[in-house]
């Protein structure tokens, strides 16, 4: 079955450094793959998309990659801020039903 | 501004009281989602309706039923909630992109739900 595993440990960084965030998946080819944000309390709310033939793509502070061979996407935010503290979800897709992964807790220390 | 509406946000009932929790969008998308989330876990789909042919996951319990009267409406029925139901109800929407096209899940602020 599919597999997504993201870091179940916090990531804590300071302010300003970048945050890198990973996502791997197993038995799963998914053609694109979408990182959202989750408040706590709160629903997931969309972040950017990448296709599989993309290698990277940015939107601002954020930048993802996805790299098929590995089975793996990665996540960053530079010039981190206290304001992106949240728990960050991988959702790859082949469909229009994306499978979420658990996400990581970013916490970013003034 | 278009959005996913979620009635009541906070939700308690009692060991096999039935509830209903309802959501509604405003983005006039096809497909809408019932997720449910406990603590640190990634969010279960239950169940999904695409326009109204309704397709329910194979683990999601009898327990748990929809319902989507309209295409802004749909509705999450728990017949009778155990203490193993408290999460958090999402619901999302989204096109529903056909073969070779992206697409993209607007959520809800969800539903907590706690059984006493």
């Known amino acids: 079955s599919q597999k997504i595993e993201q870091n179940s440990e916090a990531l804590n960084i300071q302010e300003g450094k970048t945050a890198t965030l990973t996502c791997n998946y197993t038995?799963?080819?998914?053609?694109?793959l979408q990182w959202y944000r989750q408040d706590p309390g709160r629903g997931p709310v969309f972040l950017l998309l990448?296709?599989?033939?993309?290698k990277e793509k940015r939107k601002e502070r954020l930048k993802v990659t996805f790299d098929t061979t590995l089975k793996q996407s990665l996540f960053h935010i530079t010039a981190s801020q206290p304001a992106d503290s949240a728990t960050y979800l991988c959702?790859?897709?082949?469909?229009?039903?994306?499978?979420f992964g658990r996400g990581t807790s970013l916490i970013v220390h003034p | 501004d278009a959005m996913v509406i979620q009635n009541p946000r906070y939700q308690v009932t009692q060991f096999g009281k039935p509830v209903t929790l309802s959501c509604s969008q405003t983005l006039n998308h096809n497909v809408m989602y019932w997720y449910q989330q406990k603590s640190s876990q990634a969010p279960k789909l239950l169940f999904h309706y695409y326009d109204k042919d309704f397709n329910n996951e194979a683990d999601t319990p009898d327990n748990f039923q929809s319902r989507r009267p309209n295409t802004s409406f749909c509705f999450l029925d728990i017949r009778s909630p155990g203490l193993g139901d408290a999460a958090m109800y999402l619901c999302?929407?989204?096109?529903?992109?056909?073969?070779?096209?992206?697409?993209?899940?607007?959520f809800g602020p969800g539903t907590r739900l706690t059984v006493l």
């Open positions: 999302a929407t989204s096109r529903g992109a056909t073969s070779g096209l992206t697409d993209t899940q607007y």
């Open positions: 990448i296709r599989e033939n993309e």
């Open positions: 038995n799963y080819s998914p053609a694109y």
């Open positions: 959702a790859p897709s082949r469909g229009y039903i994306p499978t």
